[in-house]
Each structure stands twice: as C-alpha cells, then as structure tokens.
C-alpha cells in the first residue's frame, strides 16, 4: 500500500478484485453512510444529464492513448507547485501523460502546459478547463448529485471537445464509471483501468491542509472536516489500486533517489 490506511472504515475493502461489482456493492455504500450522501440524487443527476449530452469520447480511445504509458496525475495539494517543477524540469519522453485533477488544471495552463486529460467535477476555475479543452485536453468529467446546476450551466461550453461523462453509480449508455470516488482517487483508477505501465503522483498530500487550488474559497469546519473525510476515502482507493496490481509511486520519492 502507497498511503497509511489501517485505521480507516475503507481498509477492510483494499484487498478486494478491482471491479465495478465490489465498487457499487461495498465501497459506495459505504461511502454514502460515511459522507451521509443521498444515492438517489446520483442517479436524478446522471438520467438529467444524459437527456442531452452523451460522451463524444470513447473508453476503447482512451485504453489506446493510456494503455502501457506512463502516467502522471497532477492533484492541487499543498505541494504541487514545487513537484510540478521538478516534473516539467525531468519531463522528456513523449511517452509520458499527463492528468490534471480539477483546479491543479489552472496552475498547469499557468506554466503553459496542456494536459493531455482533465478530470473533473468542474469544482476549480471551469474556464481553466474548457481553455484547455480547446486546446486539446480530453474533460473527463464527473457528475454527482451535488453539481447537477454546474454541469448544466458549462457542458452547453464542452461539446465541441473531446468528454466524456462519469458517474458513481452504475453506468448508462453515453457514461462510464471508471471507479473512485474523488477526482484525485478517481484519475488514479482511471488509469490503472487502462492498463498504465506506471502512475506517478504529484501534489497528493491529503494530509491535514487544503490548497488554494483544491479550494478556492475559505471552508468553514463542517466543510473541512468533510473534506478530510473525503482524503481517508481517497487513500484507501488509491491502495485498492495499488494492491490489485498497479505500480503507483509519489514522485517526489522517485526524484530523490536519483
């Protein structure tokens, strides 16, 4: 396991085969109870949406773009800046991929680097992300109950892109559920759904503080604490990844051993 995780709700599941059967039978419930989220709003944000928008990008184009790659995941953590610039002074082999996660996106547009996927819940700058899009970054975007309004309000702005539509529960035509539960967790699933040669991390601290880029307004107690609720599910995920066979690495530890 990557992160430290015997003491979380989610432990007991790490160990268990990597599919979509364990994800809605055993994480998402308890997800649901942990976070005490209405599963059925899930379900009314999806339906909502895929009355108009479908995903225009395929899951058999992306296993070609990220099959056997290696993968780097770009989260907006407290230390992001600083392991960015070690990764675009060490970046070279056109192999190589890069995922933002949500508001990490407009630090990466900042230092003029395109992503070559965006996943999101369109919870950062959404300018950011449809610039992006326009040039050239795939929008793997996310809905759940809580951004039914948002995505309504942006993805009129996404079509003439490459997206594709993500969900929680269990996917319909036009959506696919990649696993994961956060877009950090869930970029990491992404890609070890696609057979990634190896994921490296960048800016996952999910530790006790909360970067300008992950939030952009100040939260209040209840919404850190959620928040922190939210980082003990991702590390438990990204170790489900891990222990099913994905070879993940912080990438600062592979720059130090250098």
């Known amino acids: 396991m990557i ?7 989610f432990h007991k599941y790490e160990k268990h085969d990597f599919t ?3 994800w809605l039978t055993h994480w998402y419930p308890q ?13 009314i ?14 899951e058999n184009n992306l296993k070609l773009k990220l099959h056997n790659k290696d993968i780097f995941i770009l989260a907006p953590g407290i230390y992001m800046e600083e392991e960015f610039g070690e990764y675009l002074q060490h970046k070279t082999s056109k192999d190589k991929i890069l995922i933002s996660i949500d508001g ?3 630090y990466a547009i900042s230092r003029d680097i395109i992503p070559d996927l965006i996943v999101t819940d369109f919870d950062g700058k959404i300018e950011d992300q449809i610039s992006a899009l326009n040039q050239g970054s795939i929008l793997v975007v996310h809905s759940h109950g809580d951004n039914l309004e948002t995505l309504r309000k942006y993805l009129p702005e996404i079509v003439s892109g490459s997206f594709m539509i993500t969900t929680q529960i269990k996917p319909q035509p036009g959506s696919s559920n990649f696993l994961g539960f956060t877009d950090g967790d869930r970029a990491v699933c992404l890609a070890t759904m696609m057979s990634a040669k190896k994921i490296f991390l960048l800016g996952f601290d999910l530790s006790s503080s909360i970067s300008s880029y992950s939030k952009p307004s100040p939260l209040d107690s209840i919404q850190r604490d959620r928040k922190f609720r939210k980082f003990e599910i991702a590390k ?7 222990y099913n066979g994905q070879k993940i690495y912080f990438y600062k530890d592979q720059v130090n051993s250098k």
């Open 3 to 9: 992160f430290d995780t015997k003491e979380s709700i």
């Open 20 to 22: 979509l059967h364990n």
């Open 31 to 43: 997800i649901c109870n942990y976070l005490n989220l209405d599963s059925q709003m899930d379900f």
């Open 45 to 58: 944000s999806l339906e909502t949406i895929l009355t108009e928008y479908s995903s225009n990008y395929s």
């Open 104 to 106: 990490a996106t407009s």
């Open 236 to 242: 438990s995920v990204v170790n489900w990844c891990v």
